[in-house]
């Protein structure tokens, strides 16, 4: 799937008057918890720890 137009990610969280003027320009504010989750969604960055039981850890040599 792609997606077209302007993304501003970060691994924090916005002000309420960051979110207004993304929203105003047409931006799409991505903040850490979105990251975080869409990371899981697409298993971006992870590894799978335990071949019994699915789970999903960061994977920091990923993001070297």
Known sequence: KHFSGAYF????????KAISKGHERG??????????DLMIQYKVGLEVKNELTFCLTPSLEFFD
């Open 9 to 16: 990610v970060t691994t924090s969280s916005y002000t309420n």
């Open 27 to 36: 931006i799409t504010l991505i903040d850490g918890t979105q990251l975080v």
